[in-house]
């Protein structure tokens, strides 16, 4: 295998999207393009943060879009409710959904990886319950209406993020660090121990790994993006309701994740720029867009569960396949 | 009073319960036995009362008839599908656990079944007119609607059933051994084809019967089957995962203590006991209630 400095390669990258998503405010003023620009960018770290988890640590999570919807609605809570910043808003949201998801880890994980996935289905059905029935502190159905647009106070004066432009460009510096940081810990030593527990759990363990605590911070990590990536997405679209739990976007970030390549990262932001554009260009009544989405996913899962990412692998295996032959000829 | 008040909840709780165990028992038959999990067995089930509303009718509201058509469809469709289910789910080396193939892949079919039945008969909550009659069966003060009479007769002559079949029938013993010991059962000659494709038709023959006897009790919408997943997921795993008898005792004990908090207490507690009793159980005795030895995996 022959790679040029793949360092190179991934900042080329980087910079180029990042270019990419500084242009496009110039190139349209349409809020519309705006708005799906947005939103790629958001649920692209949402679907990273499902990828930490399951892609890296080999941990099916669906508590993810639990996490998602309880970010929110804290983040909500806090600005209405106790008349704090969006940003005390996200960095509680971030707190609790990393204290959550220790708690219900730390439990599932007693048993198996299998408890684990049921565990945390059920969880986020349970926040979908909660926020449709506790109607004190969530108001129900009717959800939290009317959240104030993101802003930065210097002073007398207020910078405030209420117009789509303005609103983009925090995405985009929302999205940049956030998979910056993820990009650090994934390919860290912490990305390749949860790598390697994930490969063969029982090596880890006989190489003294604590298997069940690296496991517990891959979760409250994942937790805690998804959780920051609801409470922005929530803001943008100034409501958050018991929707916010909805299977659908379990299904989106399953779909990003498969389709880009469990444990990728640059095939995953790809295709979570790709795939939250897709239903934009269907556009279709909402119960078809889901069912194609399922269709979607079953179809990823069956052809190829490899996704973008092993496609990739093939096609370079295939390529220096020739060479290693013409070395054993030469032999 | 307050005694009469609690006997009544505890006979709804009973009736609930035994739904319950109908539903779970189906998703500890498909994981004791394949080792599979099923995301769509909530859909499984809201089909089944969607297929009802649609029977019902067409047979001048005849609920035993359309009972037995609607099982009985769903015996018939459980044995054609199960073939494709599992070439669908059979899985190579090096590829994806059987395990987790069949949750990503029925977690798609739910949301297909899902969002399928919505856009045919839209989220509008649906109704059912029935032959039974409306009247109730009292006992001093405790009151049992003919509906409940009816849903709790049904499942547990289901469950004397299934009892029986498990233990004295050979497919039923069959069954039993490729759940305890796959290999052993592969040796002494059982096919391991044929018994999963029983346990996915018995499986999918209890939601039916699960919808169907929901019908004269609830008004539903197709979103019914997720909340009943939750339950049969918790149930399941209270009871020790693939333990089918540990999930009938846990549904029961959950229709009962979810119908007292549900008459004492607010909505919301109900509706948790669930959740938090499985948090309790996986925290104090992971392998479930009921497990015999603890089964890593």
Known sequence: ?331 | MSYEFLLQLIVNGIVVGLIYGLIATGLALLFGILHIVNFAHGEMVMLAMYAMAVVVPLLGGSYMASFAIIVIAAALLGWLVSGGLLAALSSKPGQMAIFEKSLLLTLGLSIILLNGVQYIFTATPMMVTTDIPTGAFTFGTVRLSYGHAIAGAIAIVIFAGLYLFLTRSNSGRALRAVAQNREAALMIGLDPEKVARRAITLSIVLCAVGGAVLIPLYVFQPIVGQALLLKAFAIVIIGGMGNVLGAAVVALGLGVLESVVGGFANIVWQNAIAFLGMILVLLIRPQGLFALAMRKG
């Not at chain 1, 790679?3 to 242009?23: E, F, K, M």
């Not at chain 1, 704090?84 to 960095?91: D, K, L, N, P, R």
């Not at chain 1, 910056?180 to 994930?198: E, N, P, Q, Y």
């Not at chain 1, 932001?269 to 069912?291: A, Y």
Request: glycine share 10%; with cysteine.
């Open chain 1, 1 to 331: 295998m022959t790679r040029t400095s793949p360092v190179s390669w991934n900042a080329l990258l980087a910079a180029l999207l990042l270019a990419a998503g500084i242009i496009v405010p110039f190139l349209t003023q349409s809020s519309y393009f705006l708005t799906i620009g947005i939103s790629a960018m958001i649920f692209t770290v949402f679907a990273m943060s499902l990828n930490i988890v399951y892609g890296y640590a080999g941990l099916l999570s669906l508590a993810q879009v639990g996490f998602w919807g309880v970010g929110s609605y804290v983040a909500a809570l806090v600005v209405t409710r106790l008349g704090g910043s969006i940003w005390e808003g996200m960095i509680a949201a971030a707190l609790v959904a990393a204290g959550g998801a220790i708690l219900i880890g730390a439990a599932a994980l007693r048993l198996s990886n299998h408890a684990f996935v049921i565990v945390s289905l059920c969880f986020t059905l349970l926040m979908q319950m909660l926020a449709q029935e506790w109607i004190d502190v969530t108001n129900g159905p009717m959800g939290i209406p009317g959240l104030p647009p993101p802003s930065i106070g210097f002073g007398e004066a207020v910078f405030s993020f209420g117009t789509p432009t303005r609103f983009f460009y925090l995405a985009l510096v929302f999205a940049t660090v956030s998979l910056g940081a993820i990009w650090i810990v994934v390919t860290s030593r912490v990305g390749k121990t949860l790598r390697m527990i994930k490969h063969d759990e029982t090596l880890a363990r006989s190489l003294g790994l604590r298997v069940t605590i690296w496991k517990l911070v891959a979760i409250a990590l994942a937790s805690v993006f998804a959780a920051l990536s609801g409470a922005l997405y929530v803001f943008y679209v100034t409501i958050v309701d018991p929707l916010i739990f909805d299977v659908y976007y379990t299904q989106v970030i399953l779909v990003i994740v498969i389709i880009g390549g469990l444990g990728s990262f640059w095939p995953v932001v790809i295709s979570g720029l790709l795939i939250t554009v897709l239903p934009e260009i269907l556009r279709t009544p909402n119960e078809l867009r889901m069912i194609s989405y399922g269709v979607i996913l079953l179809l990823a899962v069956l052809i190829m569960p490899t996704g973008i990412a092993g496609l990739a692998g093939k096609m370079r295996a295939r390529r220096t396949t020739p060479a290693t032959s013409t070395a054993e000829l030469l032999q």
